[in-house]
Nanobody
């Protein structure tokens, strides 16, 4: 069984930084795309940043130049470095990964449990 374990959320002042981590644990064969989404109260879940297995990245316009997504394939882990945070970044952040659990069969999308990021003075 594959699980995505997130960490790194918390309370930070405006202008501050946080680094989120997402580790894929359990028996797995390979990981393809990984991504971070977020959901603020009353709003739909939105894509924040994504990264392919070849390290090609994409970002939401609202975070370009402030957030950086990366991955360590040896550790099956993705990261989201968030700088210059504003109150509008407050949300629950979710990790998403396209994982092939076994050598045969199709990959499956998994979600993490979410980690709260609160930007407030």
């Amino acid at each position: 069984q594959v699980q995505l374990v997130e960490s790194g959320g918390g309370l930070v002042q405006p202008g501050g930084s946080l680094r989120l981590s997402c580790a894929a644990v359990g028996r797995l064969f390979s990981i393809y795309d990984m991504a971070w989404y977020r959901q603020a109260p009353g709003l739909q879940r939105e894509l924040v940043a994504g990264i392919t297995s070849r390290n090609s990245t994409n970002y939401a316009d609202s975070v370009k130049g402030r957030f950086t997504i990366s991955r360590d394939n040896a550790k099956n882990t993705a990261y989201l470095q968030m700088n210059s945070l504003t109150p509008e970044d407050t949300a629950v952040y979710y990790c998403n990964a396209n994982v092939k659990p076994q050598a045969i069969g199709s990959p499956i999308y998994y979600w993490g449990q979410g980690t709260q990021v609160t930007v407030s003075s």
